[in-house]
C-alpha cells in the first residue's frame, strides 16, 4: 500500500516537473477567474493618483510625511 502511494506520487511528481499538467492549471485558473468574476458587479469608477517627486517633497515639508505616505492620505 505504502509502496503503491509512493511510486504514484514519484510518478506525479515528475510528470508536474516535466509540465505535463500546465496546460490543465491553465484551463482550471481560467474557470476559477470566470467563475469568481461573476460575483462582483464591474464598477465605471476610477480614480487617478498622480504622485510625482514634487508631490513627495511638498508632503515632506508640510505634513512630514516621508514615503510610503500613510493609507489617510488617498482617502477621497
Given at each position: ?8 506520487f ?44 514634487d ?22
Amino acid at each position: 500500500m505504502i509502496y503503491s502511494l509512493l511510486v504514484s506520487f514519484v510518478f506525479l511528481s515528475i510528470l508536474s516537473f516535466a509540465g505535463i499538467f500546465t496546460s490543465l492549471e491553465n484551463k482550471l485558473y481560467d474557470w476559477r477567474m470566470k467563475s469568481s468574476s461573476k460575483k462582483f458587479a464591474v464598477s465605471d469608477d476610477f480614480c487617478y493618483i498622480g504622485i510625482d517627486q514634487d508631490s513627495i517633497n511638498s508632503a515632506n515639508r508640510e505634513k512630514k510625511w516621508g514615503w510610503p505616505w500613510p493609507r489617510s492620505s488617498y482617502a477621497l
